[in-house]
């Protein structure tokens, strides 16, 4: 009876656990999903769907920054954002579980990568929809340094919204060793963060750059570099060496 029906038109639901449902989940009802991580259930699917989602997501957004300066950066920016999320759930994940273990929390090394690599595809699926955002900057001809802040503004707001549906996540645990989890978290997401963006960088590049590299040195600390780029945006400019080309 069952079978004739769907071969007439009445189809069973989508299952959950397919890609396109759990985007759809995250976008739509996060508590849901994060109940499904804290029960244990489809880690594995959730895990893989997040993945790819930031591999995507990202890759279109260091496109678009990659635009900036055109040609092989476009590659090179799209390549590299995606690991730097990637790489800090890969390495907030075990710092999350580590610190709760410590503290008395129960020791889910599989749930907590799920619920972190999900934060931050929630965050990248809000940086990818800031896209025409960085390609209005490039449109309207803003300055190097003005779009290094617009960029470092739009990837802030989305690192907010990943942690705070991680700590929501781990709010409504119970047991010792939970608000420490949640500080602890707090502290290995923004420097591990922070730190693997500033290591990829560039993504946008200096117009002036003659040649177009995949990597820079480290030139002192991701706050200097901010500090500088608020400088260089008022027109502030410190040039002790490295003086302009003709």
């Known amino acids: 009876m069952i079978g ?10 989508a299952r959950v656990d397919r890609p396109p449902a759990l985007i759809d989940q995250l976008l739509r009802d996060r508590d849901a999903i994060v109940a499904r991580i804290a029960a244990g259930k489809d880690l594995m699917a959730i895990t893989r769907t997040m993945v790819v989602t930031i591999a995507i997501t990202m890759a279109i957004v260091g496109a678009a920054l990659g635009s900036y300066r055109g040609g092989i950066q476009i590659g090179y920016a799209a390549i590299k954002l995606p690991l730097v999320l990637i790489g800090t759930a890969a390495l907030s994940a075990p710092a999350l579980t580590a610190i709760g273990a410590a503290l008395g929390r129960r020791s889910r090394l599989t749930a907590d990568l799920a619920l972190v690599i999900t934060s ?14 960085i390609l209005l ?3 309207i001809d803003l300055s ?9 503004m739009m990837f802030s707001v989305a690192g907010i919204a990943s942690l705070r549906l991680v700590t929501r996540a781990l709010s409504a645990e119970t047991g010792p ?19 693997l963006a500033w290591s990829l960088r560039p993504y946008l590049l200096r117009p002036r750059t003659p040649e ?8 002192g600390s991701l706050a200097d570099a901010i500090s500088g780029a608020i400088r260089s945006a008022r027109g502030i400019y410190t040039r002790d060496s490295a003086p302009l080309g003709d």
């Open 4 to 13: 004739a029906l769907d071969s007439v038109g009445f189809h069973a639901p």
């Open 137 to 139: 900057g490039r449109a």
């Open 120 to 133: 931050l595809a929630y965050g990248a699926l809000l940086l990818v929809a800031c896209t025409p955002l």
């Open 144 to 152: 190097y340094h003005q779009m290094i802040l617009s960029t470092v």
């Open 212 to 219: 177009v590299p995949f990597l820079r040195e480290t030139e």
């Open 177 to 195: 060793g939970r608000g420490s989890a949640v500080l602890g978290l707090c502290v290995v997401f923004a420097l591990v963060g922070g730190q």
